[in-house]
């Protein structure tokens, strides 16, 4: 049944165009690149995609996909927290590739997640985890600091497109390619959390499992 809805829709990818080019022809002078890195995972899969944000003199966006990356969650049973940490560091290896050949000075990282719970995992400076979580969370703060983790939005995180899949149809309409709407936009446009909503979401529960 899955096999037959897939070749009926294989028409739909000729529709699907990825430009190759990062930099729009007469985009002018760059004044800032950021690589925005995404992550999700549920029990059936993880990923994670990355998208290259542009800024010139004249105060112009491009948003460009540069990769992305899906996987299927093992079978042995495992939480959705640890699959979502998996999915983390598949983006911290992502970017460390990314900053190795992308030949772009002064190239900023930034790593987004729609899990508050491995935001939590992140920043935390105190408590001590179970193996599975404490080798993941160290892979992760050897290479990024907690200030570069952000939270976006479920329904604006692209790699949530990861996980269950999407047909042809709902590929071409969908942000995966594109990257969210609001990295099109100005930062001051951006939904930042306050302070105090930023540190409220970082604490971890005092039942968490994970912790020792």
Known sequence: MMWEKWRKELHVLKELSVPTCYKPANFG?????????????????YGQCSCLRLKNDQGQIHCSFV??????????????????????????????????????EELIDVFRTDSKVVLGYIANETRRFHTFVANRVQQIQDLT???????????????????????AQGLLKSNWITGPAFLWKEEYQWHVPSSSKKQEMLQLSDDDPEIK
Do not use: M
């Open 67 to 104: 990769i992305g990356k899906t996987r299927v969650t093992p079978l042995k049973p495992i939480t959705v927290p640890r699959v979502e940490l998996t999915a983390a560091v598949v983006s911290v290896k992502t970017s460390e590739q990314l900053q190795r050949e992308l030949e772009c």
């Open 145 to 167: 600091s907690p200030d570069q983790w952000h939270y976006v939005d479920t329904k604006l995180n692209p790699a949530d497109h990861a996980s269950p899949g999407l047909s």
């Open 29 to 45: 002078h760059i004044i800032s690149a950021e690589l925005h890195h995404f992550s999700d995972a549920s029990t059936q899969g």
